[in-house]
């Protein structure tokens, strides 16, 4: 069936590092692929996505790259900052079904 | 609030007992989809509408949940004879879909959750 792999579970990184997330997903007529930030208690939140047309989208310190025929993609954050410490899932979803297959997360702590 | 609202925030219920979730989506919004979260896990996605009509889903939502989207505005998730198993964070998201030439989606919003604890 369909599925996201999400690597790794856990990241911890010094403030001013670099951050990278990366998935792998099974199904290859996946299109899009959205990345959620989602901080303890709150609800999960869009912080970049990618469509299968694209090899790579940036927004400030935020890129994600994505290898169709790997099935990979890997979301990138440069100059970390404290307040990018939360929980970051990745999802894939399909034209005509648009639900999200999401990732297990990725546990980010940026140590000041 | 503009944004996507769930009520209750929190339920605590005793096993067997049945259980109601509203989702109120962003206005115009025409696709409303249900998620589970567990502690430690990714949303896992439950069912979803394009306006009223449920179009898919999942094989985790089992003849004791049910969803409605009576007019195509709010919906709500439904669980009978409550398990332990059931304890868990529901999610709600809306999108809006373009429909016509170029026929998209907006991203997913999300809700704030509702968090299910059966005792």
């Known amino acids: 069936g369909e599925n996201v792999e999400q690597h790794p579970s856990t990241l911890s990184v010094q403030e001013g590092d670099s951050a990278v997330i990366k998935c792998t997903y099974s199904?290859?007529?996946?299109?899009?692929f959205p990345w959620y930030k989602q901080e303890l208690g709150k609800r999960p939140q869009l912080i970049i996505d990618?469509?299968?047309?694209?090899g790579e989208k940036k927004d400030q310190r935020i890129a994600v790259t994505l290898n169709k025929t790997a099935k990979h993609f890997s979301l990138h954050i440069t100059e970390t900052q404290p307040e990018d410490s939360a929980v970051y899932f990745c999802?894939?979803?399909?034209?005509?079904?648009?639900?999200?297959?999401f990732g297990t997360g990725t546990r980010l702590k940026v140590l000041a | 609030d503009t944004g996507v609202s769930q009520n209750p925030r929190h339920k605590i219920t005793k096993r067997g007992q049945n259980v109601t979730f509203r989702c109120d989506p962003i206005?115009?919004?025409?696709?409303l989809y249900w998620y589970r979260q567990t502690l430690g896990q990714g949303p896992e996605f439950l069912t979803y509408?394009?306006?009223?009509?449920?179009?898919?889903k999942s094989r985790l939502l089992s003849d004791r949940f049910s969803a409605e989207r009576p007019k195509g505005s709010f919906s709500t998730l439904e669980i009978q004879r409550t398990e332990q198993g059931d304890s868990a964070m529901y999610l709600c998201?809306?999108?809006?879909?373009?429909?016509?030439?170029?026929?998209?989606?907006?991203?997913?919003?999300f809700g704030q959750g509702t968090r299910l604890t059966v005792v």
């Open positions: 199904d290859s007529a996946s299109n899009y």
């Open positions: 206005s115009e919004h025409n696709r």
């Open positions: 999802a894939a979803s399909t034209s005509g079904t648009y639900k999200y297959i």
């Open positions: 998201a809306s999108s809006l879909r373009f429909i016509g030439a170029g026929s998209r989606d907006t991203e997913a919003f």
């Open positions: 990618i469509r299968s047309n694209v």
């Open positions: 509408f394009q306006n009223e009509a449920q179009l898919e």
